[in-house]
């Protein structure tokens, strides 16, 4: 219990735990794809593994190997130094000499009268250097001068003793362990070998979970995927068939909600028809007249509502010409003593046409009832298709822009959604916006009334 007060009290005070900030660094700088994130789990471990082999292989192995070659060079230099000191009736060193090279494989040389040359920068990669230093200081305690560099297979090692410098060039290979690069390539090579197994074999379990992602994107862009099947692990196919079934019951959820609308709007369209015929035997007196507007006037609200819960019924999704489109919504507004400027661009975007235009047209329609001027224009940015309608009317508050898309919703001050006082309009152009994928974005407009942009994906 006390622990459990104690992190209350903490998530209270609202002080970020150390777990809390690694997570948000984390989803920060992760890549968004399972993919990717997969590779990250796979390859982490492997160049962590792969960086603690060549470490302990570079402290321990590698440079035990040299401080131990480097030892029994000092040694065997050493030895050639005590024999000089020891049987000085060599005079011209070739005894020594002939030792050195005969029985230690040593290129030895002795001169006189010289000085050590002056000290030379350390390479880069100084762990020779380093070791065969600290032997010959510890060893044999006189100056000396090195050069690993000058040739590349071989050291040049020099020692003042006295009146004269010992120069030693030996090979490389005797003072430093030079096949540890064979154990980086090795350990190079089954890293890459590896992580191109794992990398095939993430691609082919992760293609599924991809397949699935797409096809429900369609599914909600309304545009079908004939071709998905159930793949990859079972857990994957569990997830696939279950979206399978999901979309079979809302498809077929769709189709019984549009045949009983479609026997609901058959009979009120007859009741509506007799209606008509009974107020033309009526003759054409000032009370008729009113009935036959109420007539109309119903005729569109039902039309609007059925419109309304029918959405975007069976129709499906089809490349269509965005230009061709809204000059065809213009022109029939213009018919209406409407002036509209159109900027369309031209792109063929995969959409539901009959159920777009009706979109496009609402805004144009609600444009055209409360603004003079009119503004209709569409560009594709990036991957989205973006089509503004723009007008110079009274506009919409910046704290209802969210409301006027509800059902029924009114503005007493302002504008109405649609032209027939239903308040509907809005809420199918939106409606019909996100059955694409999309949505609609009302703002200012700079022709001082509103702005209306239809924003779906391509």
């Known amino acids: 219990m006390v622990a459990l007060s104690e992190n209350n009290n903490s998530a209270v005070d609202g002080k970020p735990t150390l777990r809390s900030r690694f997570s948000r660094f984390l989803e920060r700088h992760l890549p968004e794809g399972l993919y990717p994130r997969s590779l990250i789990i796979v390859v982490t471990p492997m160049v962590l593994l792969q960086s603690m082999m060549a470490f302990i292989f570079m402290e321990r192995h590698w440079e035990t190997v040299t401080k131990r070659l480097s030892r029994a060079t000092t040694q065997d230099i050493s030895m050639l130094i005590d024999i000089y000191q020891t049987y000085p009736q060599d005079k011209d060193f070739e005894q020594l000499v002939r030792m050195a090279n005969e029985r230690l494989n040593l290129s030895l040389s002795i001169v006189k009268g010289e000085e050590l040359p002056a000290p030379k920068p350390k390479p880069f990669f100084a762990l020779l250097d380093d070791t065969l230093s600290r032997e010959i200081t510890k060893r ?87 071709e998905f099947r159930p793949r990859g692990a079972i857990e994957v196919q569990r997830a696939s068939v279950a979206f399978l079934q999901m979309r079979q019951r809302i498809e ?90 159109l900027n369309p661009v031209e792109i063929d975007v995969p959409i539901k046409p009959n159920a777009f235009k009706r979109c496009i047209s609402n805004l144009v329609t609600n444009a055209c009832r409360f603004g003079t001027r009119i503004a209709v224009s569409s560009r594709a940015d990036g991957k989205y298709l973006n089509i503004t309608v723009e007008d110079d009317g009274p506009g919409v508050p910046e704290d209802l822009r969210d409301d006027v898309f509800r059902p029924f919703f009114r503005i007493d001050d302002a504008r109405n959604q649609d032209e027939t006082g239903t308040g509907l309009g809005l809420a199918i152009a939106r409606d019909i916006a996100r059955s694409h994928g999309g949505d609609i974005r009302l703002s200012d407009s700079p022709l001082g009334g509103l702005r209306a942009q239809v924003r779906i994906p391509l």
């Open 252 to 341: 077929r959820h769709v189709e019984q909600r549009t045949a009983m609308l479609a026997g609901v709007s058959h009979d009120l369209r007859t009741m509506l028809t007799r209606f008509k015929l009974q107020l033309a035997l009526l003759g054409d007196g000032p009370d008729v007249i009113e009935l036959r507007h109420d007539v109309d006037e119903m005729q569109r609200m039902l039309e609007d509502y059925m419109a309304f819960v029918r959405g975007d019924g069976d129709e499906t999704s089809v490349e269509t010409d965005i230009r061709a489109l809204l000059e065809d919504i213009c022109t029939r507004a213009r018919s209406s003593d409407c002036e509209i400027d």
């Open 140 to 226: 044999i305690g006189r100056p000396f001068w090195i050069d690993s560099v000058a040739r590349s297979k071989y050291v040049d090692i020099r020692i003042k003793v006295d009146e004269v410098i010992f120069r030693v060039i030996t090979r490389r290979s005797r003072t430093y362990a030079s096949n540890s690069e064979i154990f980086i390539i090795w350990m190079i090579g089954t890293s890459l070998v590896l992580l191109w197994v794992a990398i095939i074999f993430l691609r082919n379990q992760i293609r599924p979970i991809q397949q699935l992602a797409d096809a429900a994107q369609s599914f909600g862009l309304g545009r079908d995927d004939p």
